[in-house]
């Protein structure tokens, strides 16, 4: 393919050659004040606002970079079935939902990719289904539009997040699907969870990295960058020679507005 994307980030501030979005859509509608405070919010979004506003922010950076969406980038790798069939073992295994791989498998690529974001509605065809308060077999990803929480870039290596809630965990998994079989992208991918059990406190999200120069790194240890997920960066990218100094910042747990290291503070060009 044309035009292959090395990715490699050194910097905050560098130039910009591409950028990963997703743009808010219907699972954000599907939020109820029932079911917000699983999916980590406090309050209701709306949908048109939060369209308005995204849209804003691919329009400023298409002005000088080129954007890629989450959905177009899934219907892409999915069109080969081998990579389907694997993403949906993957899925379904990490949320105990195997009995949905057969129902997955011979959607359309667009219905697949729109389902396992928006969320797959649950069928009410057993007495189980029709007595169960839920409304989907896979829950919508309320979360997705923060795409940098689900995977951070270290110079040249691409972090999947090891994500501190449940919730967020499918979100990690498709950026680490995009980046293992987009031909669009050459990445060094690392998924450091692969090798954690689940007692393992080793969690991690992007929005706790600044690469503030190709030599050093800030991280937050906050209520989702934990100080083993730290341990697990410091550990993976210590070989990397360019990274010669790690700043980490404690952060509160409340209130809300300190969750990740970039709500405190970014940077917006040199010191």
Known sequence: MKDIININVSSEIGELEAVILHRPGNEVENMTPKNAERALYSDILNLSVAHEEYSQLEKILNKFSSTF??????????????VKKKIIQKLCSNENICHLNDYLMVLDNDEFARQIIEGVPLKKET???????ERYSMQPLHNFFYTRDASVTINNKVLISNMAKKVREREALI????FAYHPKFNAQTVNLSASNNSENKATFEGGDVLVAREDILLIGNSV???????????????????????LVQELPYTPESFIHLDMVFTFLDKP
């Open 175 to 178: 950026m680490e699907a995009i």
């Open 127 to 133: 007495l189980t289904g029709y007595l169960s308060n």
């Open 69 to 82: 969406q989450v959905t177009d980038l899934l219907k892409d790798i999915v069109a080969e079935e081998n």
């Open 224 to 246: 989702r960058t934990t100080s083993q997920g730290i341990d697990a960066i410091v550990n993976t990218i210590k070989e990397n020679k360019g990274t010669k100094h790690i």
